[in-house]
């Protein structure tokens, strides 16, 4: 009769995964333009998975110079362990950078009641032109990169200003995992998900010690409700994404 009580203990000790909607281009610079491709991934990106459902963005599309770009036509679904996942293939012939974004349908996660909707984005340089990094994609809650967020080494720090708004958020909480190809092993659970606040202007800095794609995610609770699928009124998680890859020294 102990088996029953003993197990809610432990599935409350236990830490909730992070998740994180991987946005992951096939390259971060492309010295030489050209296509790159572009895989969405709803899921927990250091243990690999599982694989979340997500159903078609509600907005996909990419700011390039001027001009925003509705990418939503160029997206295919795909399927991983009964899953959607979505991808695409962008051309980008002329130099500078293209900033893609998705805005994820609503997520409902029973475990903790909550609604989730993570507005990523990833910048890739075409002719690697070090220019326009800093542009922001004007979703409604944004990591706005005070680091270039390509061409980094492994080691280097990222440092960026979490927005609502357009305004920074102070002492948000950011969480950070790296795209883990089995490589690394954690010692205990502590080391799956790094956490951190920002400080009271929005800005965090943290250094990447491997090469890799890392998400940064600050987490900040939605204005209004949503309704859950049984109908009942809950909070909203939005989370601000940037994914940054570093690259090895030598590796090249």
């Known amino acids: ?9 432990v599935l409350l000790a236990a830490p909730a995964q992070a998740h994180f909607l991987q ?4 390259a971060d610079v492309l010295p030489e333009g050209g ?4 895989a969405l991934t709803f899921t927990h990106p250091f243990d690999g998975g599982p694989v979340m459902q997500m159903d078609r963005p509600v907005r996909f599309g990419m700011i390039r110079g001027d001009a925003a770009v509705d990418l939503l036509p160029a997206l295919t679904e795909g399927q991983v362990d009964g899953a959607s996942v979505w991808s695409a293939r962008v051309d980008l ?7 893609f974004y998705v805005e994820p349908a609503p997520y409902w996660e029973p475990a903790e009641g909550v609604m ?12 690697a032109s070090g220019e326009g990094w800093d542009t922001p994609a004007g979703l409604p809650v944004e990591i706005l990169p005070l680091t270039r967020p390509t061409g980094l080494w492994a080691g280097n720090s990222f440092t960026g200003v979490v927005t609502k708004g357009g305004q920074p958020v102070p002492h948000a909480e950011v969480e950070v995992e790296f795209i883990n190809d089995g490589s ?13 606040k920002a400080d009271a202007n929005g800005t965090f800095t943290y250094a990447m010690p491997r090469a890799g794609w890392w998400g ?5 609770e939605g204005d209004a409700p949503m309704a859950s699928p049984d109908g009942a009124e809950v909070p909203v998680e939005e989370g601000a994404l940037i994914w940054v890859k570093t690259t090895a020294m030598g590796a090249n």
């Not at 690394?184 to 951190?196: C, E, G, K, M, S």
């Not at 940064?216 to 900040?220: G, N, P, T, V």
Request: no cysteine.
């Open 216 to 220: 940064f995610a600050a987490l900040i």
């Open 184 to 196: 690394v092993t954690a010692p205990n659970d502590a080391f799956i998900t790094q956490v951190l």
């Open 116 to 127: 989730i909707v993570h507005y990523t984005k990833v910048l890739v340089d075409s002719y």
């Open 23 to 26: 946005l992951i281009p096939s």
């Open 93 to 99: 012939a002329e130099p500078g950078p293209a900033l």
């Open 35 to 38: 296509a790159v491709d572009l």
């Open 1 to 9: 009769m102990r088996l029953a009580p003993l197990a809610a203990l």
